[in-house]
C-alpha cells in the first residue's frame, strides 16, 4: 500500500521536476511550491495550500502569536515512510522546510518559516502502550499521553503542561514532576525512531545508532525528525497536588521555603514544585504568586517538608487534593489562550541561593516598573512571569545511570536553580521592545548571579531566547561530539540549512 503512495508521490514528482528527481529549473514555481506539489503525490490529505481550512488551522496552532507565518503548504504525513519520502524531496529539491511539533516554543521562526514547507506532526499520532514502555508519536500532547497512562497506573517524563508538544519538550531535555526520581524527559527514551538527512528511517538507542541516541537527547532538531519516541513508564497511581496561591507581597516568604526545601540534602524525590511571580495588572488579573505543588503518592496527609507553604500568611486559594494525574496537569494555561498572546522569554541557571532567588525577584519588580514607565500611554496589555523551577540534584545524577545526555549538566554543581522571565502580551507588534526589556533584565540577573559566584553557563534549550547559543553551554566536549555527529548523519547540512529554525550548531 505505502509502496503504490511512494511510486505514485515519485511518478508526480518527476512528472514536475523530470526523470531522475533532480531540479531541473522549473519557472514559475518557487523550489518549496514544487516541493508542496511533490509531496502531494503521496496523498492529497497529507497537504493543504492557503485557500484550506486545515493550512488557516495549522499555521494558527502555536503557543505564541508571534511565531505564525504562511508557509508554501503544510504537510502532514501520517506515517514514517512519508516523512523519509519528505526529506528526500527536501534534499533533492533544496527547498527550505520547518518541523513543528506543539508550537510551544516562543522562539520565532524556530517552528515554522514564511514560503518554506511547513512539516507539522499533527497526524503523527501513535500511542501504544506496552508493559513497561510506551511508544508515542509527536502529534501526541502530554494530556493524551497522561489520560492513557493512568488508566494503567504508569506514568512517562513528559510536560506539566498538557497542551506542550512531545516533540520539542523531550528533544530539548524535558523537566517533568517526576524529574527528581527519574532525571530529564530524553533520559527516559530507550528508542528514538528518526527519518535522518538521507531519508533512512533509523533507530537510535543503546546500541544502535548509539551516537546518535546521546545526541539526540538535548540535541533539539540538528539530526533528524523524530517520528516516534519509545519511552520508559513507572508507577504511578493518584497524585496529590494543585496551586497555592498567594498574595503578591507573600514573595519573600514563599521564597524562603522554596529554599529551605531546595537546601535539604536528600529531598523526597517524589516531591516536585515551580514557583510563578505573575505581573498581570495590565490585564485587570492583578499580582500574585503561585506554587505548583505535585508528591507523586496519594496522600490525605502532606509530607511534613510540604507543610510550611500551607502556613505562609498571604495564602488567596488551594486547590491541593488527591486526584489522577492526569486532571492534575492543566491542559492549557488559565488566561493565555494559545495564539492570541505573543511571549519572549529568557532563563539564567544558577546554584541554589536564597540571596540569589531574592535579587531576582527584585529586579524582576524594578525592570518590569521601568517598563511600565518608558511605555506608558502606548504599550499593548500585557502579563510579566518569573518563573523558578528548582532542578534537584537527583535530576542531574539519575540521567548518567540512564547513559547520560547531551546537557553536560554536573550532578557535582546541584542543586540548580533555573529562573525563566517571561513577557506576554496581546497581538504580534512590539516584539522588539519586549524582547530588548526581557534582555536587559535577563542580563542583570545573570551578572548578579555571576558576582555571587553561583552562576551555571548552562542555556535549557527549552527556555532559551532567539540570540542564545544553548549547545555552546553544553562545554566543549559535548558541543565538538554533537557537531561530529551532526557531520556524520548530515554530512549535507538537510537539517542545519534547508531546515528553518533551530539554535545554532
Ligand atoms: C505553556 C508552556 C509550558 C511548558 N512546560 C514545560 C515543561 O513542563 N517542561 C519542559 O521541559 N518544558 C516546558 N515548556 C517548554 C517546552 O518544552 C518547549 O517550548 C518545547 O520546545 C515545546 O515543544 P513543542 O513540540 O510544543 O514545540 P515546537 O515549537 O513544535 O518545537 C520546538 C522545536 O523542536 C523541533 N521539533 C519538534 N518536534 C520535532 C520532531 N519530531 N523532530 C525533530 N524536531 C522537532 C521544532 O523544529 C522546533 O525547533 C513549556 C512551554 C510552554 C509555552
Known amino acids: 500500500m505505502m509502496q503504490t503512495a511512494l511510486a505514485h508521490g515519485l511518478t508526480e514528482s518527476r512528472s514536475i521536476l523530470g526523470n531522475g528527481l533532480g531540479f531541473t529549473g522549473v519557472t514559475g514555481f518557487s523550489r518549496e511550491e514544487i516541493c508542496c506539489l511533490a509531496l502531494k503525490g503521496i496523498s492529497t490529505s497529507t497537504v ?93 500532547t502530554w494530556t493524551n499521553v497522561y489520560h492513557e497512562t493512568d488508566k494503567i497506573g504508569k506514568v512517562v517524563l513528559g510536560g506539566r503542561i498538557g497542551t506542550v508538544g512531545v516533540g520539542g519538550l523531550i528533544l530539548g531535555g524535558g523537566i517533568s514532576f517526576q524529574g527528581s526520581e527519574h532525571g530529564f524527559s530524553c533520559d527516559s527514551v530507550i528508542n528514538f525512531q528518526v527519518v535522518t538527512a538521507d531519508g533512512q528511517i533509523r533507530n537510535a538507542n543503546a546500541t544502535s545508532n548509539s551516537d546518535l541516541f546521546w545526541a539526540l537527547k538535548g540535541g533539539g532538531n540538528r539530526f533528524g525528525i523524530v517520528t516516534a519516541f519509545d519511552m520508559k513508564m513507572y508507577p504511578l497511581s493518584k497524585i496529590t497536588g494543585g496551586t497555592v496561591t498567594y498574595a503578591y507581597s507573600s514573595l519573600p516568604l514563599v521564597l524562603e521555603q522554596v529554599d529551605i526545601f531546595h537546601r535539604r540534602q536528600r529531598p523526597d524525590p517524589k516531591i516536585s514544585f515551580f514557583i510563578n511571580v505573575i505581573d498581570a495588572e495590565d490585564i485587570g488579573a492583578g499580582q500574585f504568586v503561585e506554587v505548583v505543588l505535585y508528591y507523586g503518592k496519594p496522600s490525605s496527609r502532606i509530607p511534613g517538608t510540604l507543610k510550611p507553604f500551607f502556613n505562609i500568611p498571604g495564602l488567596v486559594s488551594n486547590t491541593v487534593s488527591i486526584k489522577s494525574y492526569s486532571t492534575f496537569i492543566p491542559n492549557g494555561r488559565e488566561g493565555l489562550p494559545p495564539g492570541i498572546f505573543s511571549h519572549t522569554w529568557r532563563s539564567v541557571t544558577y546554584q541554589r541561593s536564597a540571596a540569589v532567588n531574592k535579587e531576582i525577584a527584585a529586579i524582576f519588580a524594578e525592570e518590569v516598573k521601568k517598563f511600565r514607565e518608558v511605555q506608558t500611554g502606548h504599550q499593548q496589555p500585557g502579563i510579566f512571569t518569573l518563573a523558578y523551577e528548582p532542578y534537584a540534584t537527583g535530576m542531574l545524577t539519575a540521567g548518567k545511570k540512564m547513559g547520560g545526555n547531551a546537557l553536560g549538566l554536573d550532578e557535582q554543581e546541584g542543586p540548580l536553580m533555573l529562573s525563566l522571565l517571561t513577557y506576554s502580551w496581546i497581538n504580534k507588534t512590539e516584539s522588539e521592545t519586549r524582547t530588548a526589556a526581557v534582555k536587559t533584565s535577563v542580563e542583570r540577573m545573570k551578572q548578579f548571579t555571576l558576582g555571587m559566584n553561583k552562576h551555571i553557563d548552562f542555556l535549557y534549550l527549552n527556555a532559551a531566547a532567539p540570540d542564545q547559543d544553548p549547545f555552546q553551554s553544553y562545554g566543549k566536549a559535548n558541543y565538538e561530539r554533537l557537531r561530529e555527529i551532526r557531520d556524520k548523519y548530515d554530512p549535507k547540512g538537510v537539517f542545519s540549512v534547508l531546515q528553518a529554525g533551530g539554535f545554532p550548531l
Open 48 to 140: 493543504s495550500f492557503p485557500d484550506s481550512s486545515t493550512y488557516t488551522n495549522e499555521t494558527h496552532n502555536y503557543f505564541s502569536a508571534g511565531n505564525v507565518v504562511q508557509p508554501a503548504c503544510v504537510f502532514s504525513p501520517e506515517i514514517a515512510e512519508q516523512v523519509s519520502y519528505a526529506v528526500r524531496i527536501f534534499n533533492e529539491v533544496n527547498c527550505n522546510f520547518a518541523v513543528r511539533s506543539g508550537g510551544h516554543l516562543p522562539v520565532p521562526g524556530s517552528n515554522g518559516k514564511s514560503g518554506a514547507v511547513l512539516l507539522v506532526t499533527t497526524k503523527l499520532k501513535t500511542l501504544d502502550i506496552h508493559d513497561k514502555t510506551a511508544r508515542i508519536g509527536p502529534g501526541n
